[in-house]
């Protein structure tokens, strides 16, 4: 029987903090953020929109939403939905510059409106208001009558639940801890230098 020398379980150390640094990586990869979908450098939508645990795809655009199709059914269900938007989506260019968004045109401000009531006559709902300056976004309830069609400062933030195929992953604290723990007991345990049984 052998046991191993100091050398051996350093190396072992090595390796496993190497494959929790690696499943700490596949963590942060899982919880990235979502993916802007861009036409001709028009802001069309987002896909993997992260609210209240669960994954959007997000379309934007001047149509209505469909009475009965919408995936909030509350205010302030589409308030958090907005703020979502407003933290995960519109950054950088899209957030600058508000007519680069799809069903908005002016440069100033435009309305992105998530709905939870729509009928033959208005929409209600909440909006984030996408402005050319930060500090001047708002959120803020939102009712319009009619269609926001011909409307050159506002757009429909369409919502469909995402089928969620991630697999649940360690906390990257908790991979941490463990690596750390296994690694202090391998090094605390290790028999002295150099012993060797035949």
Partial sequence: MKYHTGAAVKSTSKKLLAACGMLLGMQLTAHAGPIL??????LTGATGVEYDGQHYDVSFSDTRPVEGNMAFDSLAATFGASSALDRLVFQGMHDANPGLTNGCTNPLLCFVVTAFEVNGVFAKGAAFTNTASPYADLLLPFAVIGDAANSTFMTYAHWSLQEDVRQA???????????????????????????TVA
């Fill in 169 to 195: 992953v360690p906390e990257p604290s908790t991979l941490l801890l463990t690596a750390a723990g296994l690694a202090a007991f391998l090094l605390r345990h290790k028999p002295r230098s150099g012993m």
């Fill in 37 to 42: 979908l861009v036409t001709n450098g028009i």
